[in-house]
């Protein structure tokens, strides 16, 4: 078998590292500039997401010496999941 050689161009050597130099430049711009700021707007959201429960839970803290009355309806519904079963508590009888 013979091998067939092509001959390159400059033109094609040429193109081929401005398309390298392009690359280059693009990612290091992407990796310097953009990706920071997207990190920074990522870690921002995640503190936020952290911290919101922790400020609705203090809202929701009783004071010392405070009272609270659930009568047995209020206890039912938020008890019920919406379906008809029952607990039944039971003890087990060992012979």
């Not at 870690?43 to 929701?60: F, G, I, L």
């Not at 609270?68 to 019920?80: A, C, D, L, S």
């Amino acid at each position: 078998m013979q091998t067939e050689i092509y001959p390159t161009s400059i033109s094609g050597l040429f193109d081929l590292i401005l398309v390298l130099l392009i690359t280059y430049y693009a990612f290091s711009f992407f990796f310097r500039y953009l990706v920071p700021i997207m990190l920074k707007n990522f870690v921002q959201s995640q503190q936020q997401k952290y911290n919101a429960p922790d400020t609705q839970s203090r809202a929701q803290q009783k004071r010392e010496g405070e009272v609270t009355i659930q009568y047995k309806e209020e206890q039912e519904r938020k008890g019920k999941s919406g379906t008809d079963d029952e607990y039944v508590d039971y003890e087990e009888v060992k012979d």
